[in-house]
């Protein structure tokens, strides 16, 4: 079966860490850009960080910059977004996307883009 199942949200205080995992069954997750992306209640879907398949070339965008990491373990099959310094407004659903367009300016999506379930994020005193 064709997926990619999001693990690691929790709840953390601010200016805790957390690390994302991204695993990915059924297909290479090594031939596709992936990126990952969050929502938080209310709010539209934002980019948050994607790595290329061509070059590994990894981009953040916004508040991502400087304190969230991007990565991939080909021999894992698996991503990860390592998030420090979290903030009370990091508080999201985070989800991550297979097969989409990644570059410096932003992560974009396709109609055949894999998406995975989600997971929480929230970060609270």
């Known amino acids: 079966q064709v997926q990619l199942v999001e693990s690691g949200g929790d709840l953390v205080q601010p200016g805790g860490s957390l690390r994302l995992s991204c695993a990915a069954s059924g297909f290479t997750l090594d031939y596709y850009d992936i990126g990952w992306f969050r929502q938080a209640p209310g709010k539209e879907r934002e980019a948050v960080s994607c790595?290329?398949?061509?070059?590994?070339?990894?981009y953040y965008f916004d508040s991502a910059k400087g304190r969230f990491t991007i990565a991939r373990d080909n021999a894992k099959n698996t991503a990860y977004l390592q998030m420090n310094s979290l903030k009370p407004e990091d508080t999201a659903a985070y989800y991550c996307?297979?097969?989409?367009?990644?570059?410096?300016?932003?992560?974009?999506?396709?109609?055949?883009?894999?998406w995975g379930q989600g997971t929480q994020v929230t970060v609270s005193s």
């Open positions: 790595i290329s398949s061509s070059d590994g070339s990894s």
């Open positions: 996307a297979a097969n989409l367009r990644c570059g410096w300016k932003n992560a974009i999506p396709m109609e055949t883009t894999l």
